[in-house]
Nanobody, 124 residues
Framework: QLRLVESGGGLVQPGGSLNLSCAASGATLDAYVIGWSRRAPGKEREGVSCSNRSGGSTNYADSVKGRFTISRDNAKNTVYLQMNNLKPEDTGVYYC?????????????????WGQGTQVTVSS
């Protein structure tokens, strides 16, 4: 059974950066499409980025394009989300998720495996 654990969240000032990690265990990550999503206070969960199995194809929500970068190190069974130029509206709980079948998708319903989330707060 695949298990995902996020880390790297925290409090950062606007314009700052964070690098989130998602460590997988119980299965080899290169078999899975990975997505990152977030839930802002009082809002629905939204997909922000995804990566195909090799990392050669990625997708981003318009709100984070040019600021966030998803990458994966399948040898380390870990996926990353580098977040730059953070804005207060990026505040929320960030989750990584995995799907065994299908392709890169920003739709949160597409994923069957989820981590517990890591809190990101962007505030001065």
């Amino acid at each position: 059974q695949l298990r995902l654990v996020e880390s790297g969240g925290g409090l950062v000032q606007p314009g700052g950066s964070l690098n989130l990690s998602c460590a997988a265990s119980g299965a080899t990550l290169d078999a899975y499409v990975i997505g990152w999503s977030r839930r802002a206070p009082g809002k629905e969960r939204e997909g922000v980025s995804c990566s195909n199995r090799s990392g050669g194809s990625t997708n981003y929500a318009d709100s984070v394009k040019g600021r966030f970068t998803i990458s994966r190190d399948n040898a380390k069974n870990t996926v990353y989300l580098q977040m730059n130029n953070l804005k207060p509206e990026d505040t929320g709980v960030y989750y990584c998720a995995a799907r065994l079948l299908g392709s890169c998708s920003l739709g949160t319903l597409a994923y069957g495996y989820w981590g517990q989330g890591t809190q990101v707060t962007v505030s001065s």
